[in-house]
């Protein structure tokens, strides 16, 4: 009897990986980016315990490298849930940084504009944002649903337009636009009214810390509310993965298109306004330039899991932040960080490379993916 339990012991701890393993491949292919990473900074001659242990101080080993973190993820968080509800829809959104500009500029007119109540103005300038983005990402919706035009190239062309847009807004001096008269370089916006600042406190002599992680908390949930509690999100996820089969049960698929670029759009316009209200405090053209490629990042390694983006959104703000310490304790380029974001891309993306080293099974049939379908559609 003893024979046989030990016998089938392992055979059943298989089983169980087998059965639970699948949603830890993000983590293993972290690790697997991390050691990679680990070897080329050996070959290249450094040691790459101090860059590691250097990166992990820079980023969650004091106070003021988590409030660091914490305050150069929350754009990545937000502006993940934008490109993975794009995603949840079958759409590839890679406007996202076009659609943070354009909500960060409607941002700036209502924080500069206006003096207002503190428990307004901040709502208000935040809501403006969501409206910016909304408008700009519904721009690509409806190109996509009325002529077919593929999302991908509108709104990577709509991300040169919001850019050159917001620069010419900024530099225009005959009549001044949004420039800042008393800014002698033309490079930002004047600065936006105390009432609209989102609330926060000081950690350190430089950072401050801001409400806006809650809130792109908040969104997390709201997303993951929308797509799974409710019919919207119903729709949403049907005609993304199978937009016969939604027109089929009477789902208005173009309908859906223009709504689910909207509320991506809306969801970038509000990390654009989070950064604005809550970190730079006016608007320049190099507002955290390439965040929605980097917002692409994020959703693929949380596999579009509205809740898994925290996670993720966190891991690529540290990765930036303790990037400078890592540099110095390790004499490294700052590259070396790159790369390892690159890995981390890639095993995502061929979870396969990863399945096989852990001996994870393939993914199943009804297993979801987190690229959108729409590609070539």
């Known amino acids: 009897m003893s024979e046989s339990l030990?016998?089938?012991?392992p055979s059943r701890l298989l089983a169980v990986w087998r059965q639970y393993s699948s949603p830890l491949v993000p983590v293993f292919a972290v690790f697997?980016?991390?050691?990679?990473?680990?070897?080329?900074?050996?070959?290249?001659?450094?040691?790459?315990?101090?860059a590691y242990i250097g990166l992990w101080e820079g980023s969650f080993g004091s106070w003021r490298g988590i409030g660091?973190?914490?305050?150069?993820s929350t754009p990545y968080i937000i502006c993940g849930l934008a490109v993975a509800l794009g995603f949840k829809g079958g759409l590839f959104n890679i406007g996202a940084e076009g659609q943070l500009y354009a909500g960060a500029v409607l941002?700036?007119?209502?924080?500069?504009?206006?003096?207002?109540?503190?428990?307004?103005?901040?709502?208000?300038?935040?809501?403006?944002g969501a409206v910016g983005g909304a408008l700009w990402g519904g721009i690509a919706g409806f190109l996509k649903a009325r002529?077919?035009?593929h999302e991908v190239i509108t709104t990577i062309m709509l991300n040169y337009v919001a850019l050159r847009l917001t620069e010419w807004l900024i530099k225009s001096k005959t009549p001044y636009l949004l420039g800042d008269p008393e800014d002698t370089t033309g490079a930002r916006t004047r600065f936006i009214e105390d009432s609209a600042r989102l609330?926060?406190?000081?950690?350190?002599?430089?950072?401050?810390?801001?409400?806006g992680i809650l809130i792109g908390i908040a969104l997390a949930f709201?997303?993951?509310w929308l797509l799974y509690k409710t019919t919207i999100g119903f729709e949403l996820r049907t005609a993304g993965a199978n937009p016969s089969a939604a027109r089929y049960a009477g789902i208005s698929v173009p309908s859906t298109i223009v709504l689910t670029m909207a509320l991506s759009g809306g969801l970038a316009g509000i990390a654009g306004a989070g950064e604005v209200l809550g970190v730079r405090g006016a608007l320049s053209a190099d507002l955290l330039a390439g965040l929605g490629f980097d917002a692409i990042a994020v959703a693929l390694l949380a596999r579009s899991n509205p809740l898994g983006i925290i996670a993720s959104g966190i891991l690529w703000g540290g990765l930036l932040t303790g990037a400078s310490l890592m540099q110095v304790r390790a004499g490294l380029s700052i590259d070396v960080i790159k790369i390892v974001q690159a890995l981390i891309i890639m095993f995502v993306a061929a979870d396969q490379i990863v399945r096989f080293i852990y001996r994870i099974p393939k993914r199943g049939p009804g297993e979801e993916t987190s690229i959108a379908k729409s590609w070539g559609g």
């Open 147 to 149: 002529t077919g035009a």
């Open 68 to 72: 660091n973190t914490v305050v150069r």
């Open 222 to 224: 709201a997303v993951w």
């Open 32 to 50: 697997t980016a991390l050691v990679v990473g680990a070897l080329m900074i050996g070959l290249t001659g450094g040691d790459w315990l101090t």
């Open 199 to 211: 609330p926060g406190f000081q950690i350190g002599d430089t950072t401050r810390l801001h409400m």
């Open 107 to 128: 941002t700036v007119i209502v924080a500069t504009s206006l003096k207002l109540p503190a428990i307004i103005h901040v709502p208000l300038a935040l809501a403006a």
């Open 6 to 9: 030990e016998t089938r012991t």
